[in-house]
């Protein structure tokens, strides 16, 4: 064994936490079966054996957006062939459906729509409970929610108030992509700065909400900037109290590269 893995190791017993630089020579590495068992190491010390599943259903309401992310094929305008919203009633239906097969969760995203109020989101969670109130919602990403404050003319910390009255559980962690500046600027320049991403995410935490986190990698980031994610995320966490139950780390598909010619004028 390395000393670089050695080190690790027994970091990981005394429940000391990795440096960046560390971190780094990890990421460098190409031995994955000593990355995987220091990871197994990691996991079994926090969790023994312990795993949790939940049964959940994936709703999109819409994929109309004011952004133009370049890697996202998501997104439309309107008037694009693709385009669509759906209904209150839809969106009803879709969770009755979700309730009828034993779903415990509805995980609800969506793009920027131009037009929608911000009474149509309450709506649509009350809509959603109304099914059942043992559905638990986890809904919104914090650029949603962001967005969300800007078209109602509120403060994030009102939204939130606003969205848990109606229904809202929790938050998946969406939006995050790549925190490095540099990168962002070019991936989604449209989109939150990855700054204020964690600020309202912050905000989404002291109000009592849980949420993920994410990071999308493969991209034109580099080892660094995973790194420089992973630490702001950590260093919320801590801010927090542990509120990001999950960590997802999304690789971005093999083979394909950020659409430049995508971008519209900024958001501010």
């Known amino acids: 064994m390395t000393k670089l893995f050695q080190t690790v190791k027994e970091k990981i017993e005394t429940g000391t936490r990795i440096t960046d630089t560390e971190a780094l020579a990890l990421f ?42 370049t890697f996202c094929a998501f997104s439309k305008e309107a008037g694009e062939s693709g385009e669509y919203t759906l209904a209150l009633q839809d ?13 415990t969760e509805i995980h609800i995203v969506g793009g920027l729509h131009p037009e929608l109020p911000f009474e149509f989101y309450r709506q649509m969670l009350r809509s959603i409970k109304a099914v059942s109130p043992d559905l638990h919602i986890k809904a919104f990403t914090a650029v949603e929610i962001d967005y969300f404050a800007e078209l109602a003319g509120k403060t994030v910390p009102q939204v939130i108030a606003a969205l848990k009255e109606a229904g809202l559980g929790s938050l998946p962690g969406g939006g995050a992509e790549i925190f490095a500046r540099q990168v962002r600027n070019k991936i989604c320049p449209e989109k939150i700065s990855g700054e204020r991403w964690l600020e309202v995410t912050e905000q989404v935490h002291r109000a009592g909400l849980k949420s993920n986190a994410t990071m999308l990698f493969g991209h034109l980031e580099g080892f660094a900037d ?19 139950p999950e960590f997802y780390p999304a690789r971005f598909p093999a083979g394909q590269h950020p659409r430049a010619g995508r971008q519209r004028g900024r958001r501010s």
């Open 28 to 69: 460098e590495s190409n031995d994955l079966l000593a990355i995987g068992e220091l990871a197994a190491l990691a996991n079994r010390n926090k969790n023994g054996d312990r795993v949790f599943f939940n049964v959940n259903r994936h709703i999109n309401y819409t994929n109309l957006c004011v952004n133009r992310c």
């Open 91 to 103: 969106v009803r239906e879709k969770a009755e459906q979700a309730a009828a097969v034993g779903a």
């Open 226 to 244: 995973r790194v420089d994610h992973m630490r702001r995320l950590r260093e919320l966490q801590d801010r927090t109290y542990r509120q990001f």
